[in-house]
């Protein structure tokens, strides 16, 4: 769980956490390495004190610490869905490779898209530049599914030839009609990527449109899927170096204002998905995970380096097994 600040914060802000397991390092983060003895909740409390120590904001949370053998010898079927993080495979690959080790669940994923470099079984729909928009909206008869220029691979042609969001179809034609009991979202980036950050405003009619898009494909997705469970991955902070954005994007986009509008995105998703578990919708904190400078390489803005990315799947594993705890 790391310590990011909101855009604006005091540079001399510290971060001091209280909680009955795990650790506080430099003011900035907390760490912990869970053990048998620690499962169960815990109660966790946040300050951020000003540069003379004193408390300035507090939030309180929960942390829940599951058996490390939850899940282990059932079935589970994965799919992930999601636009450049997804498709390089690296956070994939992580979720792959935990769950490959003992006390786990034997698991499959399913899915279009294998990309090269992919561990044995690793497959999903992640594709470089996709969207919430895209994967709800967007259909070519002339460029089928399974690529990143290709149609969405859960729409399909009904009677008229009008495209038609069908996921309960491409489960039966993409997926050998097998069905997962997790879904994994991890959108946002490109839907907001563009927005004026100068203007809070634009921002958040931005996000809105965004939700009513991602709103069209969970609802889609919950008709074909009743019983399953969805998460959804909140937008990670990005590289705090601004050459990096300056090398990416010349000019087009910055760090101070892709951060502006990662932090509102985050904010809105919380209010957003936040709080719908009994609906199964539940937030995966992947925006606390990875760190904006050692988590990242010199020249990329948004795509972490190897460590950042397995941040990134050990945090949606971790999400995964919490929800295979029996009872």
Do not use: M
């Given at each position: 769980m790391g310590g990011a600040l909101p855009p604006g914060a005091s540079e001399g802000s510290t971060?001091?956490?209280?909680?009955?397991?795990?650790?506080?390092?430099?003011?900035?983060?907390?760490?912990?390495?869970?053990?048998?003895?620690?499962?169960?909740d815990h109660a966790f409390t946040l300050h951020r004190k000003d540069r003379n120590g004193q408390r300035i904001e507090t939030a309180k949370s929960v942390v829940r610490v599951v058996p490390a053998d939850s899940g282990a010898g059932s079935e589970l079927t994965l799919l992930l869905v999601g636009d450049s993080l997804t498709h390089m495979g690296h956070y994939p690959n992580e979720v792959a490779r935990l769950l490959s080790e003992p006390g786990n669940p034997r698991w499959s994923m399913l899915g279009l898209h294998r990309p090269s470099g992919a561990r044995e079984g690793v497959r999903h729909e992640g594709y470089g530049g996709w969207s919430w928009g895209q994967f709800a909206t967007h259909f070519n008869a002339n460029k089928p599914a399974g690529n990143?220029?290709?149609?969405?691979?859960?729409?399909?042609?009904?009677?008229?030839?009008?495209?038609?969001?069908?996921?309960?179809?491409?489960?039966?034609?993409?997926?050998?009609?097998?069905?997962?009991?997790?879904v994994v979202f991890f959108l946002g980036i490109n839907d907001?990527?563009?927005?004026?950050?100068?203007?809070?405003?634009?921002?958040?009619?931005?996000?809105?449109?965004v939700f009513q898009q991602a709103d069209l494909l969970l609802a889609a997705f919950r008709q074909a899927l009743p019983e399953a469970d969805f998460?959804?991955?909140?937008?990670?902070?990005?590289?705090?170096?601004?050459?990096?954005?300056?090398?990416?994007?010349?000019?087009?986009?910055?760090?101070?204002?892709?951060?502006?509008?990662?932090?509102?995105?985050?904010?809105?998703?919380l209010q957003h998905f936040g709080g719908r578990e009994s609906q199964g919708i539940y937030v995966i904190p992947t925006s606390l995970v990875v760190d904006p400078v050692s988590d990242y390489p010199a020249n990329n803005a948004l795509h972490p380096a190897p460590q950042g990315f397995r941040a990134i799947g050990a945090e949606v594993f971790a999400w995964i097994k919490s929800r295979l705890v029996k009872g």
């Open positions: 971060l001091e956490a209280e909680c009955s397991i795990g650790s506080s390092g430099e003011g900035q983060s907390w760490t912990l390495v869970a053990k048998n003895h620690d499962v169960g990143k220029r290709g149609s969405s691979p859960f729409l399909f042609p009904n009677e008229s030839g009008e495209p038609t969001l069908d996921i309960a179809r491409y489960f039966r034609e993409r997926c050998d009609d097998r069905k997962p009991d997790i907001c990527l563009s927005a004026d950050a100068k203007v809070p405003a634009a921002v958040d009619a931005r996000i809105d449109r998460g959804l991955c909140l937008t990670p902070e990005p590289n705090a170096r601004e050459a990096a954005f300056a090398e990416n994007y010349k000019g087009r986009y910055t760090r101070e204002g892709w951060r502006k509008i990662q932090f509102r995105l985050v904010e809105r998703q």
